[in-house]
């Protein structure tokens, strides 16, 4: 079971470049349209695009939940980690950031999450490293009658997931960590495949709402957290979102 987890995650990353797996691929905040990291053509651009998405190497997954990379995708495999993007994206509070996700495969079923980390100096020098600093802003996972928010509703939307910054956020400069978790590998860990992005934004507002506790990654999920492991072929019953519970302060 082990091994075929791996050869089929093998396999589904070297047909990667035909298929796919997905990321975020453009943003809409305030009405102004970005475009996402764009991994397959932006690295060999000249000059590199400025965007307001952390780059990241490829379409694949995190799996490794020790890793760096957990945070916003990344090379930690290849003994480097992702760097701040240079761009920066106006959003007001209360109002929605659309995300527009690449195909993504009907199989690859799970929960879709978001958290934010509020930059202390300015976004485009800060890596959060593996400080606490992170806190939910929004999570669906698998309704009562078996839908899953991935692939599920996101495929019925176009690709097209929104999510609300909380009305009282008090303004400053933001990292949104936007996830997809896939399970169609879970029953067993590893297996489970995270798909971060994390998005540079600059919140604006009259908030002064702020959250008091906050969670690091690394550190946030490990082998044993609910929802790392679950069979989503045999578990018919409700599916428990990884993370800590949603910030409703700010709303
Ligand atoms: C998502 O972005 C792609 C690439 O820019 C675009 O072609 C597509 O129309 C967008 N999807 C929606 C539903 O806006
Ligand atoms: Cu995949």
Request: proline share 10%; hydrophobic share 35%; net charge neutral.
């Amino acid at each position: 079971m082990f091994k075929h987890a791996i050869i089929g995650c093998l396999l589904s990353t070297i047909i990667s470049s035909v298929q796919g797996h997905g990321y975020v691929q453009e943003i809409t905040a305030d009405g102004a349209k970005y475009t996402g990291w764009l991994p397959y053509n932006d690295p060999y651009t000249t000059p590199i695009p400025e965007r307001i998405v952390r780059k990241f190497p490829d379409n694949g997954p995190v799996q490794d939940l020790s890793v760096i990379d957990i945070q916003c995708n990344g090379w930690a495999a290849q003994g480097s980690v992702t760097t701040p993007a240079p761009l920066v994206a106006k959003i007001t509070a209360g109002s929605q950031l659309t995300l527009n996700w690449t195909f993504w495969p009907e199989d690859h079923k799970g929960p879709m999450l978001t958290y934010m980390a509020r930059a202390p100096s300015d976004i485009t020098k800060w890596l959060p490293g593996s400080s606490a600093v992170w806190f939910k802003i929004d999570e669906s996972g698998k309704d009562s009658n078996g839908v899953w928010a991935a692939s599920d509703k996101l495929d019925a939307n176009n690709g097209i997931y929104k999510v609300t910054i909380p009305k009282n956020l008090k303004p400053g400069q933001y990292i949104i960590r936007h996830e997809v978790i896939a399970l169609h590998f879970a029953a067993q860990y590893p297996g489970v495949q995270i798909y971060p992005s994390c998005i540079q934004v600059d919140v604006v507002g009259s908030g002064n709402a702020f959250p008091t506790s906050f969670v690091s990654f690394p550190g946030a999920y490990t082998p044993t957290t609910p929802g790392m492991v679950y069979d989503i072929y045999s578990n018919t019953g409700p599916y428990p979102i990884p993370g800590p519970a949603v910030w409703t302060g700010g709303n």
